[in-house]
């Protein structure tokens, strides 16, 4: 039974982020290729931002249903998290539970659903590239 309420409030989420016409997507999909607007250094030759970056661009996962990387969406910007969060060892594992157990309130009322099919390596590995994408 909680599968299936976990399921069907992903399900509700996905549409709920996903509706808006396919006339919008070429756009995205062309703004994409921004991908990384890495900062000033170059950080694309870094392991931890190329795994991250990997894992984010995963359709499995779903991270960019409702976030982007300069742009708040349904959820923050990802630059906007790394703005606020120092990258401390501390936050890494306090960002790493909220990806995995989802939660709402931080940055307003609609919440993110729990991810409960990324392993907690993964989830860490995508907070750490979130965070060096601070300006």
């Known amino acids: 039974m909680k599968k299936i309420v976990i ?12 509706s808006g016409g396919d006339k919008k997507e070429p756009a995205k999909s062309d703004t994409k290729t921004e991908t990384p607007a890495a900062p000033a250094d170059d ?15 995963d359709s499995k996962n779903l991270c960019l249903t409702c976030h982007k990387i300069d742009e708040k969406l349904t959820g923050p910007a990802y630059r906007d998290v790394a703005n606020k969060y ?6 890494v594992a306090m960002l790493t539970d909220k990806v995995i157990k989802g939660g709402k ?24 590239y979130i965070l060096l994408l601070k300006k």
């Open 86 to 91: 120092e990258n401390t060892e501390a936050n």
């Open 105 to 128: 309130g931080v940055w307003g009322e609609i919440a993110m659903p729990p991810n409960t099919t990324i392993s907690k390596e993964d989830a860490e590995s995508i907070v750490k």
């Open 7 to 18: 399921l069907s409030a992903v399900a509700a989420l996905i549409v709920s982020c996903g």
């Open 43 to 57: 950080l694309s030759s870094n392991p931890v931002y190329q795994k991250g970056l990997a894992l984010i661009s």
